[in-house]
């Protein structure tokens, strides 16, 4: 999984059925203390994640394995809002209380 | 979407797909990066459109490229981007929010 960085969002009326009412998110990939890499992607929101959080990326065929994405034509989602990560026995990002 | 691509000499299980040549660009200048990927349509994209692609087995879950050999297929025409809370593209100009929705 990658860490990334809500950017904004994407809107798109015309679509496969597959993936409609879907909300996808533009979002910067980052290095392992949050700062962005001025790469985007845009990739299907699973948790509510808003702009300015670092976030999770699962890509390729992985994305198919939950309830939602099962059989859908997805290849990057959103799977979670990080709080912390240690690097080290530092933190490189978060880790207040 | 940058232009079409024809072969008239393919796999059988590729007849009847539309493919279409594609530039990646950069979300945010939507400036083209001078890389190009050939796509099956899903959705009936025209030139100069920005749509979304997925790569790898996800490109065979539309019902146009089920059990086909596409590994690249596009799901949506995007009709604005939104970025920091300011549009950055607006294919109508008429988008003013961000849409939100679940999917079912």
């Given at each position: 999984?990658?860490?990334?960085?809500?950017?904004?969002t994407v809107?798109?009326?015309?679509?496969?059925?597959?993936?409609?009412g879907a909300r996808w998110l533009?979002?910067?990939?980052?290095?392992?203390?949050?700062?962005?890499?001025?790469?985007?992607?845009?990739?299907l929101d699973m948790?509510g994640a808003?702009?300015?959080?670092?976030?999770?990326?699962?890509?390729?065929?992985?994305?198919?394995?939950?309830?939602?994405?099962?059989?859908?034509?997805?290849?990057?989602?959103?799977?979670?809002?990080?709080?912390?990560?240690?690097?080290?026995?530092?933190?490189?990002?978060?880790?207040?209380? | 979407?940058?232009?079409?691509?024809?072969?008239?000499?393919?796999?059988?299980?590729?007849?009847?797909?539309?493919?279409?040549?594609?530039?990646?660009?950069?979300?945010?200048?939507?400036?083209?990066?001078?890389?190009?990927?050939?796509?099956?349509?899903?959705?009936?994209?025209?030139?100069?459109?920005?749509?979304?692609?997925?790569?790898?087995?996800?490109?065979?879950?539309?019902?146009?490229?089920?059990?086909?050999?596409?590994?690249?297929?596009?799901?949506?025409?995007?009709?604005?981007?939104?970025?920091?809370?300011?549009?950055?593209?607006?294919?109508?100009?008429?988008?003013?929010?961000p849409g939100t929705g679940s999917m079912?």
């Open positions: 999984m990658n860490l990334a960085r809500v950017r904004g809107v798109a009326s015309v679509h496969s059925d597959k993936v409609a533009l979002v910067e990939d980052c290095d392992s203390s949050g700062a962005g890499k001025g790469e985007y992607l845009v990739a948790v808003d702009r300015g959080q670092l976030v999770l990326l699962t890509q390729g065929s992985s994305c198919r394995w939950t309830a939602r994405t099962d059989d859908r034509p997805m290849d990057t989602l959103v799977v979670a809002i990080v709080d912390a990560i240690d690097q080290g026995g530092t933190m490189s990002y978060g880790g207040a209380g | 979407m940058k232009g079409t691509v024809v072969a008239t000499h393919k796999s059988a299980s590729m007849e009847g797909l539309k493919l279409l040549l594609l530039e990646r660009i950069d979300a945010v200048s939507l400036k083209g990066k001078g890389e190009y990927v050939v796509g099956i349509d899903s959705v009936g994209a025209n030139v100069g459109e920005i749509v979304f692609y997925v790569t790898g087995s996800s490109a065979r879950m539309t019902d146009t490229t089920k059990g086909k050999p596409s590994d690249a297929t596009i799901i949506a025409i995007v009709d604005a981007i939104e970025k920091d809370g300011a549009l950055t593209y607006d294919k109508a100009g008429e988008h003013s929010a079912q």
